[in-house]
C-alpha cells in the first residue's frame, strides 16, 4: 500500500477517534479537539505554530494560532476530555490490571512568564529547576507490552485552586475508580507510601503494592521500622533476572521474602515482600492482596512493580517524541488542558491503532515508515510516533473535514 493512501486512512482514523472522544461536545470545540491530535501527531510538537503549520489553513498560521489559544482556554475541557478518554478506557481494565501511578514534572529551564511556575526536580542534570508536576495513572499488565493511558494531569502548588498534592493523588484514584468499578491493583513507588493513602485505599476497598521507605514503622511481633523488618525477613527463594547495564545484558540473581505484617493504629492483615540484590537496601513492598506462601504467589507482586519501570520510559516517550518540554503556552489552564490532548494522542497510538486486526496492520505500516538508523527500538511507540509524522509531515491538505459525533454503523465501515 502506497504511502499517501496510508496516510489518508490514517487521518481517517484520527477523525473518528476524535469524534468519538468529542461526542457531546460543541461542533467548534470537536473540530478543534481533531485539529489537535492531527497536529500533534503531524509535526510532533506541542507548540501550537507547528500545529497551525499541519492543518494548513489558507490563512496566515497566526490567526490559526490565535484560534487554537483560544479554544485552548476553556477552563472545563480538560477535566471533560479526561472523564471521556476513562470511560473509553475502562472496559480494558480487568481485575488484575496493574494500575501504576507515577508523579513526574515537565521542566521550563528558560521560562519567566509562564503561569504559577513551581520548583522542580531535575533528575539529568541533579539540580532544582522551573517547571510543573504532572500526575500519570497507566494501565499495564505484568508480563505485556501493551498499555492503556488512563489518567494525566499538570499541577502546581501556586495555582490558587490547588488544595494538597494528597488532594491530587486521592482525585486521581476516585475518578479512575469510579469509572473501572474498583478493578485493577494501584502500584505506586515510594512517593505513594503515606498514611494519607492508605486510609483512603482501605476505605475505598482498593487494593494495592506499595514501595515503602525504609523509616516506614510497621507492627510484626514488635514495632519496627520496614528497613528493620526486612532485615529480619526469612528469604524464601532466589530468581534470576536480566538487567540491562550500559547496553549489555546481565543476569542477576535476587533473594525473595514475605511476611505478615499491620499498619501501627490498624488491624488490617498486610503482606510485607523483600527483594535483596537490586540495590544496597532491599526493595520492600506492602500489599493487601491476599497471597499463598508459594514462589508463583509472592513472585507475581515482585514482577506486578517491576513493571512499572515501563511507565518511566513511556512518559520519557511523551517527552521526547511530543517535545513536550517545548510547550511554550503561557496560561496555566492551557498548560493542563494540553496535557490531557498529549493523554489523548497518546491513547491513540498505544490503543486505538490496535483495536481491531485492519488498525493493526495500519500500525505496522507506520512502524515500517519510521527511519531509524538502527532498526526499530523495543519500545514500539517511539517508531509509531516517527511513522505517523512521517505518514502527516507536509501534507498540504491538513486534517480535512471536522471530527463529527460518530454513529455506531460508521465506526464500523471498513478502513480499507
Known sequence: MDSARIASNLREKILHFSGEL?????????????EMIYGVQARQSVRLTEISRALAEPIAIKKTVERLSRQLRIAWLGGWLTGRLLQMAAERVRETTLLIMDLSDVHKKYARKMEHLVTVWDGSEKRKDRGYWTLNVIAAETGSAQIVP?????????????QSENGELREAIRQVSEKTQKRGIWVMDRGGDRGYLYDYLRAVGLRFIIRLRGDRGLETDREESALEAAERCPMMFNEYIVRDKMGEEKPQCLEVGSRNVRLPGHRDALTLIVVKGLGHEPMMLLTNLALRKTRKSIWHVVAAYLTRWRIEETLRYVKQSYQLEDVRVLRYVRLQNMMVIILAVMYFTAVYLGIKLKLRVLAGHIVKAARRVFGIPDFRLYAIADGIKHLLFNRSRGLGLAPRALSPPLLQRSLF
Open 22 to 34: 468529542s461526542h457531546g461536545l460543541p461542533k467548534v470545540v470537536a473540530r478543534f479537539i481533531g
Open 150 to 162: 488512563l489518567y494525566s494531569r499538570l499541577y502546581s502548588h501556586r495555582a490558587p485552586e490547588f
